[in-house]
């Protein structure tokens, strides 16, 4: 009979990294023992880790990444704990530290604005490198905040002598008509977390500063008709809320000096159900152009609370499930159809 070799070793963690590092009471350590089924004991600045020798060693070397993430000042939060661990499974744990180092800018709080995921990273990377980038995904995976942070940034350096931020004002189920107030507070809320975004890393007073200087302008995407953009860094929001000749319209206006971010979330269309997404439309048009880049971030880049990653998951499962008896019936029915036409 084979019995599987129990390892033990012991790492130490300085008292003042332990409780980010373990977490509210021991969160952290309970699931990286629950995963990697391994046990994990604190004592005086040391934790002893027992277990299985491959546990072990991928315990020791996860607890070692998260403490050089605590040195770096980071507050260590459970969904770095889960993406450590799925990268783990793959032995690639040691990819997060690689992607911490990786500063954007700095909210005006001086805190800095970072990618937390490899597929934020490869986003963060795509836009430095080209033109056109479209970053597509599911809620809560950083498209726009860091699109926002890199266009702050490219601002501050003056690579661009201009933000700007628009969206569809699509009505999701309710009519702008009714809504109380004049065209520019009726519009405000579908571009509040553009503000949010801008306040937060730029600061109020910096924000209006500029947007009285006319260097930041937040505008709903009709705005843009007629008009050529140079020098600027213009980010499209909620592009899945766009018509293909809107999204055609708004990719034409782009001029020199100009780079380009277009973000969505092909599953949250607002559009009438028979509607094509100009944003579906412009990837299938542009996928091959040379100077464009397309980031497809998942489920895996959620960087809200874990409870947002679970529901994006359940709902793309429920979605394939929806997809697969809807093809299964297409197929009986087809089937029946020619039975029919062979019985006649």
């Known amino acids: 009979m084979n019995y599987m070799a129990i390892m033990e070793t012991v790492i130490e963690i300085p008292v003042e990294h332990e409780r980010n590092i373990f977490g509210s009471f021991d969160i952290n350590i309970k699931k990286i023992e629950k995963s990697l089924n391994v046990t994990m004991v604190a004592r005086n600045g040391a934790v002893k880790l027992v277990g299985g020798e491959a546990g072990v060693k991928q315990a020791e070397s996860i607890l070692m990444q998260l403490m050089e993430l605590s040195k770096r000042g980071n507050v260590i939060t459970e969904q770095n704990v889960n993406y450590i661990l799925s990268l783990a499974v793959e032995n690639r744990e040691g990819e997060l530290v690689e992607i911490d180092s990786d500063i954007v800018c700095r909210t005006v709080q001086g805190k800095p604005v970072k990618p937390k995921?490899?597929?934020?990273?490869?986003?963060?990377?795509?836009?430095?490198?080209?033109?056109?980038?479209?970053?597509?995904?599911?809620?809560?995976?950083?498209?726009?905040?860091?699109?926002?942070?890199?266009?702050?940034?490219?601002?501050?350096?003056?690579?661009?002598?201009?933000?700007?931020?628009?969206?569809?004002?699509?009505?999701?189920?309710?009519?702008?008509?009714?809504?109380?107030?004049?065209?520019q507070s009726k519009v405000d809320p579908y571009l509040r977390p553009l503000y949010d975004a801008l306040y937060q890393i730029m600061g109020a007073d910096s924000y209006l500063r500029n947007v009285e200087k006319g260097l930041i302008e937040v505008a709903p995407l009709a705005y843009m008709r007629g008009r050529t953009l140079d020098n600027s860094f213009i980010i499209l929001d909620e592009a899945q809320n766009t018509t293909p000749a809107q999204m055609k319209m708004f990719l034409t206006r782009i001029g020199f000096g100009s780079k380009v971010i277009v973000t969505g979330d092909l599953t949250q269309k607002d559009l009438p159900s028979d509607a094509t997404s100009g944003l579906e439309h412009a990837l299938a048009v542009l996928g091959k152009v040379e100077d464009i880049g397309v980031s497809r971030l998942t489920n895996k880049d959620v960087v809200r609370h874990p409870l947002v990653q679970q529901i994006v998951t359940a709902y793309d499962d429920y979605e394939k499930r929806q997809q697969r008896r809807k093809e299964a019936k297409d197929a009986r029915e087809k089937e029946n159809r020619q039975r029919k036409r062979r019985n006649k």
């Open 117 to 183: 995921t490899t597929g934020q990273k490869e986003y963060i990377d795509l836009i430095r490198k080209k033109m056109i980038v479209f970053g597509v995904g599911p809620a809560g995976t950083g498209k726009t905040y860091l699109a926002m942070a890199m266009a702050i940034e490219a601002f501050r350096r003056d690579d661009v002598g201009r933000i700007i931020l628009t969206r569809p004002a699509i009505e999701a189920g309710e009519k702008l008509g009714f809504l109380p107030g004049d065209l």
